[in-house]
């Protein structure tokens, strides 16, 4: 007996993808923006659909499942963690007191998601949340090259790294999705 799931995807069109281009809210077809400032910013709203499309259509245990034990990492996990994450940006581009962890000690992001759909709902709020308040606290500095903070950090540099990170967990929700139910696609 194999307790593996079956690979699958939705793709039709292309069977290495995610889901067909026509239904993909990350193809816009079109040219892409002007700028470094739209360029990056195109690309890290792209990793956060991402990180949401991964996650599509599973109920609270599957969002909670650890798939590669003994990791403590799961979809819900990752969300937390990026909202975590979102929160601690705004520390790096402040001068003053940093803000409270949301969810208390280290890797509490990872190691309290448990199966509880309140907590997968709380869990995006907290995301949307995050991440809306980071994007606004950026949008202050729209010069790239601008040093914010104690440590100086460019808003190019913090720019890029929210996008590094969004990719990195987004690969790992990649494996973390196969795992829990065979979904496969980039």
């Given at each position: ?70 990791s ?54 907290d995301?949307?949340r ?20 104690k ?36």
């Amino acid at each position: 007996m194999n307790d593996q799931p079956e690979r699958w995807t939705q793709a039709t069109v292309y069977p290495d993808m995610w889901t067909d281009p026509d239904n993909d809210p990350r193809n816009s077809e079109g040219v892409g923006p002007d700028g470094e400032l739209p360029t990056l910013e195109n690309y890290l709203t792209d990793y956060r659909l991402t990180l949401r499309m991964k996650c599509e259509g599973l109920d609270a245990e599957q969002m909670a499942r650890r798939s590669v034990p003994p990791s403590t990492m799961s979809l819900l996990g990752l969300v937390r963690h990026l909202a975590e994450v979102e929160r601690d940006w705004r520390n790096w581009i402040s001068d003053g007191e940093p803000l409270s962890k949301l969810y208390g000690k280290r890797d509490a992001d990872f190691d309290e998601a448990v199966a509880d759909q309140t907590l997968v709902d709380a869990a995006y709020a907290d995301l949307e949340r995050e991440q809306a308040a980071t994007d606004a606290a950026l949008a202050e500095h729209p010069d790239l090259g601008e040093r914010l903070g104690k440590d100086r950090i460019s808003v190019r540099e913090l720019l890029v790294h929210r996008i590094e990170e969004y990719a990195r967990h987004c690969g790992h929700a990649d494996l973390l999705r196969e795992c829990v139910d065979g979904r496969v696609g980039q």
